[in-house]
C-alpha cells in the first residue's frame, strides 16, 4: 500500500496537468488502454446520470451492466463530491447531481 506521501506526490503530479493535451499524454503513460477504457466509460456513465438519465437507459446507451451503473450512481451520491464538484465546473450537470454525504 503506498504510503501519504505517495499520494501526495501522485496528486501534486495531476494537479500540474495544464489542458487535454498534457492529460492526455500523462493518462497513455500511466494507464493500460483497458483502463483508460474503464475510467472514460465511468466518467460518461457520471455525466449521464448527473444529466437524469436513468439506469437503464445509460445501460443500453454505453452497453455496460445495471450493476456498474448502480455503483457509479452511488459514489455519485455518497463520495466525497469529487464528481459533483467536477461536473459543476465543467458545466455539465443538470443541478441533479446528489448532494455530499454529511455523516
Known sequence: MPKKQHYREFYKLIATIRGEKEA???MKDLLTPQELDSVTERWQEI?????????R???E????SISKITRG???LQYGTGGFAHFLK?????SGRTAKR???
Open 24 to 26: 492526455e499524454l500523462l
Open 47 to 55: 455525466q449521464l446520470l448527473a444529466q437524469g438519465m436513468t439506469q
Open 57 to 59: 437507459d445509460i445501460a
Open 61 to 64: 446507451k454505453l452497453n455496460i
Open 73 to 75: 450512481s452511488r459514489v
Open 89 to 93: 465546473k465543467l458545466k455539465k450537470t
Open 101 to 103: 454525504k454529511t455523516s
